[in-house]
T-cell receptor, first 113, second 114 residues
Framework: GAGVSQSPSNKVTEKGKDVELRCDPISGHTALYWYRQSLGQGLEFLIYFQGNSAPDKSGLPSDRFSAERTGGSVSTLTIQRTQQEDSAVYLCASSPDRRGTQYFGPGTRLLVL | KQEVTQIPAALSVPEGENLVLNCSFT??????LQWFRQDPGKGLTSLLLIQSSQREQTSGRLNASLDKSSGRSTLYIAASQPGDSATYLC?????????????FGGGTRLMVKP
């Protein structure tokens, strides 16, 4: 079946602009995660959604970062007033429940000039 | 705060060798540990998941072990092939209900030479 998909695959933006990154999880998966992978920092957790519960935002690095998950399916990660240090690969993952194997999408490569 | 370390950071071996990748974590209160593979420019592919109550998991030429009390896991790759070349990441999930995220190690970049 279809895996986790993310769009766009690559995004180049200018410092100060807002960007939106999209994630389509595997159908039926109730848990959805966003991670960031950058040079020198490795893979870092950003935010987690489980069903209709309030999201776990403990990994968001600043209030410029926010995420939504509409209808328990598609999620959008928004970065406002982008900075050069936001340049990274943003990975989305989903799992059947909060404890199961996480399946990752191909990522969105963000470059802030 | 949980910290995950992977040694070595990079490894180059000739085709056919058996090899071991190491992962250590500082907090033994984990729910499970997962090994992933990442190819250049790609996302992560799950290889093996070991629950905290398990000692090992096997899939084909891969075998992962877990010693929770000592905070260690190993990924054993038998009869390595050039197609195994990739970055291998281990990640742990905390046991408590407040933690939902995975904490990742820095990865081991593996190169298998023909």
């Amino acid at each position: 079946g279809a895996g986790v998909s993310q769009s766009p695959s690559n995004k180049v933006t200018e410092k100060g602009k807002d960007v939106e990154l999209r994630c389509d999880p595997i159908s039926g998966h109730t848990a959805l995660y966003w991670y960031r992978q950058s040079l020198g920092q490795g893979l870092e957790f950003l935010i987690y959604f489980q069903g209709n519960s309030a999201p776990d935002k403990s990994g968001l690095p600043s209030d410029r970062f926010s995420a939504e998950r509409t209808g328990g399916s598609v999620s959008t990660l928004t970065i406002q007033r982008t900075q050069q240090e936001d340049s990274a690969v943003y990975l989305c993952a989903s799992s059947p429940d909060r404890r199961g194997t996480q399946y990752f999408g191909p990522g969105t490569r963000l470059l802030v000039l | 705060k949980q910290e995950v370390t992977q040694i070595p950071a990079a490894l180059s071996v000739p085709e056919g060798e058996n090899l071991v990748l190491n992962c250590s974590f500082t907090d033994s209160a984990i729910y499970n540990l997962q090994w992933f593979r990442q190819d250049p420019g790609k996302g992560l592919t799950s290889l093996l998941l070991i629950q905290s109550s398990q000692r090992e998991q096997t899939s084909g030429r891969l075998n992962a072990s877990l010693d929770k009390s000592s905070g260690r896991s190993t990924l054993y790759i038998a009869a390595s092939q050039p197609g195994d070349s990739a970055t291998y990441l281990c990640a742990v999930r905390p046991h408590n209900n407040a933690g939902n995220m995975l904490t990742f190690g820095g990865g081991t970049r593996l190169m298998v030479k023909p």
